[in-house]
């Protein structure tokens, strides 16, 4: 078959009877909308923090990027039921889960980190020290009050930049929960600072 357009992948939830579909479609997209906002103050502060410069001109810092979803309704043509899913674009790559809102943290036990670094101003990094970073830099400039992670998606190479395209990410809050069953309210905040270990990128941002 002749392809028409971009890849998608269509997304539902697996504890309908804890919640309503429509429930689920409206946090999704929520947690993801209100992360994509953060993310583009992340990655402006990165830019305005010349310590952060990347040492090749040629290059520059990763950005993040959480990925646009929508919401597809259509009817079952047997039951003729009214059914919903949602959709974004199908990330190309390597999926990775760089941390979680349970306390894990990429290489972190496995002491290990991704291999592709980036030389900046204040020294070598590896690239996914950036994502660790958003979520540490969400923390402090909400003050203490909310934390994005569990953070997964991929490192898109294909551009002249390389960008993180992140997707289903968890938003805990401390006065929560505020963004679906994956806001583990304080708890997710204090395994997240159980684990995390600041790097440059955190240091200078």
């Given at each position: 078959?002749?392809?028409?357009?971009?890849?998608?992948?269509?997304?539902?939830?697996?504890?309908i009877?804890?919640?309503?579909?429509?429930?689920?479609?409206?946090?999704?997209?929520?947690?993801?909308?209100?992360?994509?906002?953060?993310?583009?103050?992340?990655?402006?502060?990165?830019?305005?923090?010349?310590?952060?410069?990347?040492?090749?001109?040629?290059?520059r810092?990763?950005?993040?990027?959480?990925?646009l979803?929508h919401?597809?309704?259509?009817?079952?043509?047997?039951?003729k039921?009214?059914?919903?899913?949602?959709?974004?674009?199908?990330?190309?790559?390597?999926f990775?889960?760089?941390n979680?809102?349970?306390?894990?943290?990429?290489?972190?036990k496995?002491?290990?980190?991704?291999?592709?670094?980036?030389?900046?101003?204040?020294?070598?990094?590896?690239?996914?020290?950036?994502?660790?970073?958003?979520?540490?830099?969400?923390?402090?400039?909400?003050?203490?009050?909310?934390?994005?992670?569990?953070?997964?998606?991929?490192l898109?190479?294909?551009?002249?930049?390389?960008i993180?395209?992140?997707?289903?990410?968890?938003?805990?809050?401390?006065?929560?929960?505020?963004?679906?069953?994956?806001d583990m309210?304080?708890?997710?905040?204090?395994?997240?600072?159980?684990?995390?270990?600041c790097?440059?990128?955190?240091?200078?941002?």
């Amino acid at each position: 078959a002749k392809k028409t357009g971009k890849t998608m992948v269509a997304k539902t939830s697996i504890h309908i009877e804890k919640e309503t579909k429509e429930d689920f479609h409206e946090d999704f997209c929520r947690v993801q909308s209100v992360s994509q906002d953060l993310a583009e103050k992340f990655n402006d502060a990165v830019r305005k923090a010349p310590s952060l410069a990347a040492a090749d001109k040629a290059t520059r810092p990763p950005e993040l990027q959480f990925m646009l979803c929508h919401v597809y309704s259509y009817t079952n043509n047997v039951t003729k039921e009214e059914k919903a899913l949602l959709v974004e674009k199908k990330l190309p790559g390597k999926f990775t889960k760089y941390n979680s809102n349970n306390g894990y943290v990429k290489g972190a036990k496995e002491g290990v980190t991704d291999t592709r670094t980036i030389e900046l101003e204040c020294g070598k990094v590896p690239l996914e020290d950036f994502v660790q970073a958003f979520s540490h830099w969400v923390y402090v400039h909400s003050n203490h009050n909310l934390i994005v992670c569990d953070l997964q998606g991929v490192l898109n190479e294909e551009g002249r930049y390389p960008i993180f395209q992140l997707t289903d990410p968890a938003i805990c809050t401390r006065k929560g929960p505020r963004y679906g069953k994956t806001d583990m309210k304080i708890n997710g905040i204090r395994n997240f600072c159980r684990t995390h270990r600041c790097g440059l990128v955190c240091k200078n941002s």
